[in-house]
């Protein structure tokens, strides 16, 4: 009965209509669908028991805790802003069908903010996806779209290797065939995943190495909160001596005292009010023991933990207390140099490896490390030491620099 009702599928020579020729495969799935809360919901491994980063995760370290937040934020936002060259091994390109593609990857996006996303998908759940949308009669893709990754899933074939990805949005579903390994033409799923040890088809997220230090920092910010809010340490206490020496209050003396306490002695905005006591009330100040001030190093420390952990020096994150660096200069080149430039360069690599199997042609598209301000002085002493060398010819200096032989316009 259900596959009487079921509407029948469209053949597979039919030609798809104009409006759908050049829009992404997954759009239908989420129209109509209200703004997801979180980015990465957690779905199961095929074959595997174990599920890829939560919400939870997500929303504890990254939409919950600032020091993840600014990490990836920061990698995410450098790493895209870094100018991009393309070349091959003749020439560098200043006008190219790809660069017009990789500069406005579709409607809503331009190079900087598909950029972003990739990275930051690759940041928070270690897996990024990137969709082509190829047109009826080329071979070029039309339009880039970065895919959610909670929602993308391996599907492994028999030997283990995926043969296509499922798109999945409540109970609907799309699925990505990549084809066999002899076919022409790239997949339309380009899949770049950080290295994880114990997984085949998924990659590690920076969020899973940090989890602990994400749980004790943001369980000392909770504290922090409580004492400020709700008095959760008390600063005294206030003890009782009746007229004949009895230390039990009656109870409804009790309760007008704790009322009276919570109604004018407690919060930030009593913060410093003066204290009336009656006969037979003593107030006992009690100051924080020494281990409650190493909480707060303990904070400290679980915030430069996270910032290790996604490869930010602590000291751009305004973390006190680290002097790894002997300034501000110098972190923000080891920044560059240590996290941003291979992150980028083996994100925009993948993708130029992937759209020359669309377009046909070998491209090389990476990040032009001259106009990295913070890498400045390094080019600079790279280009006078090449130049000055006399026994190298001139090929020989341009492919120590990275340039292509010639420097044309295509």
Do not use: C
Not at 85 to 98: F, I, M, T
């Amino acid at each position: 009965m259900f596959d009487f009702l079921r509407k029948p599928a469209a053949p597979a020579s039919a030609a798809p209509a104009p409006s759908e020729a050049k829009a992404s495969a997954v759009g239908p799935l989420n129209a109509g669908l209200p703004a997801a809360r979180g980015m990465i919901t957690g779905l199961a491994r095929p074959g595997q028991g174990a599920a890829r980063p939560g919400a939870a995760m997500v929303r504890t370290g990254f939409q919950g805790n600032p020091v993840g937040f600014r990490a990836v934020r920061l990698i995410a936002e450098s790493a895209a802003a870094l100018p991009l060259v393309l070349q091959d091994a003749a020439r560098r390109y200043e006008v190219h069908p790809l660069w017009d593609l990789i500069r406005r990857p579709n409607p809503a996006q331009g190079k900087a903010d598909l950029f972003e996303a990739l990275y930051a998908q690759l940041l928070l759940s270690g897996n990024a996806y990137v969709e082509a949308v190829r047109a009826p009669e080329g071979v070029l893709p039309q339009e880039l779209h970065v895919l959610r990754s909670d929602r993308m899933s391996v599907v492994p074939g028999a030997d283990g290797w995926p043969v296509g990805y499922d798109y999945t949005v409540g109970n609907r579903r799309h699925r990505f065939h990549m084809g066999a390994p002899d076919t022409p033409g790239a997949p339309p799923v380009l899949h770049i995943r950080s290295f994880h040890p114990a997984d085949d088809h998924y990659g590690l997220s920076p969020l899973e190495a940090a989890t602990t230090a994400i749980e004790v920092h943001n369980a000392a910010a909770r504290w922090s909160r409580a004492l400020l809010d709700n008095a959760a340490r008390p600063s005294g206490a206030i003890v009782y001596r009746g007229p004949e020496g009895q230390g039990t209050m009656t109870a409804e003396q009790f309760d007008r005292l704790q009322a009276e306490m919570e109604a004018h002695h407690q919060g930030a905005r009593n913060a410093g009010r003066p204290m009336l006591l009656e006969g037979g009330l003593d107030w006992k100040p009690m100051g924080f023991s020494p281990s409650d001030m190493e909480f707060h190093r303990t904070k400290e420390a679980a915030a430069r933990d996270i910032a290790i952990a996604f490869g930010v020096p602590p000291m751009l994150l305004g973390i006190p207390g680290d002097a790894t660096y002997a300034n501000y200069q110098e972190a923000n080149r080891a920044f560059y140099r240590l996290t941003v430039l291979p992150l980028a360069t083996r994100v925009t690599a993948a993708v130029a490896h992937w759209l020359s199997g669309h377009a046909g042609d070998p491209v090389e598209l990476r990040p032009d490390l001259d106009q990295v301000p913070a890498l400045a002085p390094e080019r600079e002493a790279t280009w006078r030491r090449v130049g000055s060398a006399s026994f190298l010819t001139e090929a020989e200096k341009r492919a120590l620099l990275g340039l292509p032989p010639v420097m044309e316009e295509g």
